[in-house]
């Protein structure tokens, strides 16, 4: 029988050297999001099981804004800076989604940009393509609920609250 100073010598043999710790997006619902496979530098791999609170008719077909957070929340994942935040989106629903199906999203980060980043995003259902996209981010110093919002005077924007 194999002593602790063993497993422990077996188990760093199979560790990925490129994954990566979880800085971002921490208290998302996995059963809404999608669970996390895959997490290395500029790369995830997640899966989103369908649930029944996805269902959008009496068929079993998956409302598109489940798939979309699902490919978000990859996206976020692939950048993995504790404070991005999407800034816009290109997307294509390419195959519908039914309850029980299970949705592999692949996100990669494609450009580096100062704060900008863009990330290519796909959904497979086994080997089908349900989905892809490109997600533009932005990395803040700061949390974005906590930005303050000037104009180019250095003004504080009306309607805006001062946090």
Do not use: W
Not at 49 to 75: C, K, N, P, Q
Not at 85 to 103: G, R, T, Y
């Amino acid at each position: 029988m194999a002593n602790q100073e063993e497993l422990e010598e077996e188990l760093q043999i199979d560790y990925n050297e490129n994954e990566v710790m979880l800085s971002t997006h921490e208290c998302v619902n996995s059963d809404l999001c999608g669970k996390v496979l895959v997490l290395e530098q500029g790369y995830v791999e997640t899966r989103l099981s369908t649930i029944s609170e996805m269902v959008a008719d009496d068929l079993g077909l998956i409302h598109g804004g489940f798939i979309f957070g699902a490919a978000d929340y990859a996206a976020m994942l692939a950048v993995n800076e504790q404070n991005v935040v999407l800034v816009a989106s290109n997307c294509q629903f390419l195959s519908p989604v039914k309850f029980h199906d299970e949705v592999t999203f692949i996100a990669r980060v494609r450009n580096k940009e100062g704060r900008k980043r863009n990330i290519h995003v796909e959904g497979y259902v086994l080997d089908i393509k349900v989905f892809e996209g490109e997600f533009k981010t932005v990395v803040t110093d700061q949390h974005v609920l906590k930005l303050k919002l000037l104009d180019e005077n250095g003004e504080h924007l009306e309607g805006e609250p001062i946090v």
